[in-house]
């Protein structure tokens, strides 16, 4: 299983960003996408997650209202949309794939099996 992020970048406070996370996979295997973070100095927080199948979305207080989690399943994709971007939103983001995820595992990111290699998000104030 392989997860490549892409869409990161330099914006300024108040701006958009768009995420996405490819996955690719020998098996038929149906993943829960999560979006993790990590600022510098800090630990990897969870952002955003989304179900496979019905599509149940869940994020972190400090994004809600601002992120929108969104997969096209056809074309194996997960989304990111950021809006109202914040100084504080400033990290590198990671994508991650899992299965069989639970309302009590996915926010873990112990839960997640497979991890893409990070986007750059940096907001300028």
């Known amino acids: 299983v392989q997860l490549q992020a892409s869409g990161g970048g330099l914006v300024q406070a108040g701006g958009s960003l768009r995420l996405s996370c490819a996955v690719s996979?020998?098996?038929?295997?149906?993943?829960?996408m999560g979006w993790f973070r990590q600022a510098p100095g800090k630990e990897r927080e969870f952002v955003a997650a989304?179900?496979?199948?019905?599509?149940?979305?869940y994020y972190s207080d400090s994004v809600k209202g601002r992120f929108t989690i969104s997969r096209d399943n056809a074309k194996n994709t997960v989304y990111l949309e950021m809006n109202s971007l914040k100084s504080a939103d400033t990290a590198v983001y990671y994508c991650?794939?899992?299965?069989?995820?639970?309302?009590?595992?996915?926010?873990?990111?112990?839960?997640?099996?497979?991890w893409g290699q990070g986007t750059l998000v940096t907001v300028s104030s």
């Open positions: 996979s020998r098996s038929s295997a149906r993943f829960d």
């Open positions: 991650a794939a899992g299965t069989s995820l639970t309302i009590s595992t996915i926010k873990s990111q112990h839960a997640y099996a497979y």
């Open positions: 989304i179900y496979w199948g019905v599509k149940s979305t």
